[in-house]
Nanobody, 127 residues
């Protein structure tokens, strides 16, 4: 069984930065694609970013491109989401998720392609 635990959320002013972390226990992450998603109040959960098993390939939602970066440290079983130039539109609960075995980049934006999820961490951006 895999457990994912996010941390690093909080309250930040618009224009500020936060770094989210996602630590896995139970199984190593190094053979799986990982993703970050978010869910704002009253909205559906949406894709934010994804990273390949070795970190060589990343992709982002258009809404965060150029402001967010995703990285991973497989030795620490940890995935990160660096968020810069935050706006009120980024306010949401952020979730990390482990992709299904063999998940390709072309399918990595789909929620259904992720089988393990963390409990989420709240990010609130004040304007």
């Amino acid at each position: 069984q895999v457990q994912l635990v996010e941390s690093g959320g909080g309250l930040v002013q618009a224009g500020g930065s936060l770094r989210l972390s996602c630590v896995a226990s139970g199984r190593t992450l190094d053979t799986y694609r990982m993703g970050w998603f978010r869910q704002a109040p009253g909205k559906e959960r949406e894709f934010v970013a994804t990273i390949s098993r070795n970190g060589a390939s990343v992709s982002f939602a258009d809404s965060v491109k150029g402001r967010f970066t995703i990285s991973r440290d497989n030795a620490r079983n940890t995935v990160y989401l660096q968020m810069n130039s935050l706006t009120s539109e980024d306010t949401a609960v952020y979730y990390c998720a482990r992709g299904r075995a063999g998940l390709l980049a072309s399918s990595a934006m789909a929620i259904a392609e992720y089988e393990y999820w963390g409990q989420g961490t709240q990010v609130t951006v004040s304007s």
